[in-house]
Each structure stands twice: as structure tokens, then as C-alpha cells.
């Protein structure tokens, strides 16, 4: 099965930015609502925001007002911008196609995820 891939990454400190990138082969983000998902290390994973494929966006109460989805179908990636940065949002970030009826299941299998790591 294709996976999605997530990029961007990185170490910050708190109060920095970040822009997450997820991309896959065919047309699975132009054709899917797109989730970015995280994962602190000994947590289970979480929802983070949710974009679809002609609605609005979703985001969860913890990163409201401080992250941005979008998407750009044309070149088949969906960002995660993420501003305010806190150390609490250290963790690994994963991108994936949301069951319509509960966001914080996903439908395809997990990629590798992409390290956001935010020091005090």
C-alpha cells in the first residue's frame, strides 16, 4: 500500500516555528481529507488538525490559533505550519488519510513520521 510521506522536522526552540510537509504517490492527498496526527514519545498518538478535500479545516483545542493546515492539490502536498511552538508539542508527526466518522482513526498505514522536537 502507499504510504504517505512527512517531512519538515526539526529541532526548535519554544516559541519558534515549523512547516510539516506530507506528500504520496498517485493522487491520494488531492483525492482524501488529509489529518496530521502526533505522537509524544511513551503517549499514544493524537489528532493535531485535519483539512478536507472541499470543506474547512479542524484543528485539536491544544494547537488552535498556533497551527495551520493547507493543502495544495495541484502539487499533492498538505502543510502543517506550526507557530508558537511549545516543548508539550515534541513528538512524532504523522500525516495519513482520517476515518470520516472518527478523525482519530486513520485509514492507510503509518509512514515513518517526521521528529518535531521543542526545547525550554
Known amino acids: 500500500q502507499v504510504q504517505l510521506v512527512e517531512s519538515g522536522g526539526g529541532l526548535v526552540q519554544a516559541g519558534g516555528s515549523l512547516r510539516l510537509s506530507c506528500t504520496a504517490s498517485?493522487?491520494?492527498?488531492?483525492?482524501?481529507?488529509i489529518a496530521w496526527y502526533r505522537q509524544p514519545i511513551g503517549k499514544q498518538r493524537e489528532f493535531v488538525a485535519r483539512?478536507?478535500?472541499?470543506?474547512?479545516?479542524n484543528y485539536a483545542d491544544s494547537v488552535i490559533n498556533r497551527f495551520t493546515i493547507s493543502r495544495d492539490n495541484a502539487k499533492e502536498v498538505v502543510f502543517l505550519q506550526m507557530s508558537s511552538l511549545k516543548p508539550e508539542d515534541t513528538g512524532v508527526y504523522y500525516c495519513?488519510?482520517?476515518?470520516?466518522?472518527?478523525?482519530?482513526?486513520?485509514?492507510?498505514?503509518w509512514g515513518q513520521g517526521t521528529q518535531v522536537t521543542v526545547s525550554s
Open positions: 483539512i478536507g478535500r472541499y470543506d474547512g479545516a
Open positions: 495519513n488519510v482520517p476515518r470520516s466518522t472518527n478523525w482519530n482513526q486513520a485509514l492507510r498505514s
Open positions: 498517485g493522487s491520494i492527498v488531492s483525492g482524501n481529507s
